[in-house]
């Protein structure tokens, strides 16, 4: 893989807040400032906890921990409803199978969401609760003082129906939006300027290179949240100096998917803006454990 494509996926591999975020020089206009909470973020709603990506997983970190940001993904069903879920399929996370995009909202609401979950003594706790696969409406409903970041994934408007739902709720001030794929945040960037967009891996390369090689003092970021994973960073070398330097202009920056009690402390330490965790209880004990 040649070094151009490795920072490309180091700079945007997220995925989607702390104490308040990194303060720094402000943003290009068009460029929504993101200003965090906390320094912990539950991935799919905390999946290492409880079901992934279910409204039971996300109210219970919101109503365990008020400074949390909430992370998860979003697809649209065959008739157009925007729900949660990460997989291009339903098999991993629920009793069904096949392509959430193929299936209807009233085929996937008749799933179970917490099937496949195994609770810590080897066992599925959740099988046959009641557990659904939520509609982003929902989750936004069931969470309105929360952070969010979000990533599209699969479907037909994918974006525009996100943009409809962060709208239809207020949500404009405490969603991040996120996206492997640059189509989908250059519709953001056109259709919704007012909502926070995480880098994408043209604009994250654009970043590394004015960073490394270029007029980092004249550069204008063009996105407002900067995700790596602890291995893309690796690959490229980048340092605790290189992440203080995009702090500094203004970008907070997350670490993905943590769940090392070590690996979570150290990346507290090094003073990074948020960690993003299966077990986000962990990340609240090492802050536990920081505190003078």
């Known amino acids: 893989m040649s070094r151009t494509?490795?920072?490309?996926?180091?700079?945007?591999?997220?995925?989607?807040?702390?104490?308040?975020?990194?303060?720094?020089?402000?943003?290009?206009?068009?460029?929504?400032?993101?200003?965090?909470?906390?320094?912990?973020?539950?991935?799919?709603?905390?999946?290492?906890?409880?079901?992934?990506?279910?409204?039971?997983?996300?109210?219970?970190?919101a109503e365990r921990w008020p400074d949390m940001l909430l992370e998860?993904?979003?697809?649209?069903?065959?008739?157009?409803?925007?729900?949660?879920?990460?997989?291009?399929?339903?098999?991993?996370?629920?009793?069904?199978?096949?392509?959430?995009?193929?299936?209807?909202?009233?085929?996937?609401r008749a799933l179970d969401a917490g099937y496949h979950f195994k609770g810590p003594e080897g066992d599925f706790p959740f099988r046959g609760k009641g557990l659904q696969v939520p509609t982003f409406a929902e989750v936004l409903a069931a969470c309105p003082n929360h952070q969010f970041l979000i990533e599209t994934k699969h479907g037909e408007k994918v974006?525009?129906?996100?943009?409809?739902?962060?709208?239809?709720?207020?949500?404009?001030?405490?969603?991040?939006v996120a996206s492997f794929n640059p189509l989908h945040m250059g519709t953001f960037r056109e259709k919704a300027p007012e909502i926070a967009r995480c880098f994408d891996p043209s604009n994250a390369l654009l970043l590394f290179t004015a960073l490394n090689s270029g007029d980092w003092q004249g550069y204008e970021p063009a996105a407002s949240y900067l995700?790596?994973?602890?291995?893309?960073?690796?690959?490229?070398?980048?340092t605790a100096e290189n992440f203080k330097a995009i702090q500094a202009?203004?970008?907070?920056?997350?670490?993905?998917?943590?769940?090392s009690p070590e690996a979570i402390r150290e990346y507290l330490a090094m003073g990074i803006d948020l960690v993003l965790s299966d077990y986000p209880d962990r990340v609240y004990e090492a802050l536990d454990e920081a505190k003078p």
């Not at 990194?22 to 999946?47: D, F, N, T, W, Y």
């Not at 995700?227 to 980048?238: M, R, V």
């Not at 202009?249 to 769940?259: A, L, R, W």
């Open 159 to 176: 974006v525009e129906k996100t943009i409809e739902v962060i709208r239809a709720a207020g949500a404009e001030s405490r969603v991040i």
């Open 249 to 259: 202009k203004g970008i907070p920056v997350q670490v993905h998917t943590v769940n």
């Open 5 to 61: 494509i490795r920072i490309a996926a180091f700079c945007f591999a997220i995925l989607l807040a702390a104490a308040p975020a990194a303060q720094g020089e402000e943003l290009r206009p068009g460029v929504a400032k993101v200003e965090l909470k906390g320094h912990a973020g539950a991935h799919r709603g905390g999946g290492g906890l409880w079901p992934e990506a279910t409204l039971y997983a996300y109210q219970h970190c």
């Open 227 to 238: 995700a790596f994973s602890p291995g893309l960073a690796k690959q490229i070398g980048a």
């Open 72 to 108: 998860g993904d979003v697809q649209t069903t065959s008739d157009g409803e925007l729900v949660m879920m990460h997989d291009a399929t339903v098999n991993r996370t629920t009793d069904g199978e096949g392509l959430i995009t193929a299936k209807t909202f009233e085929e996937v």
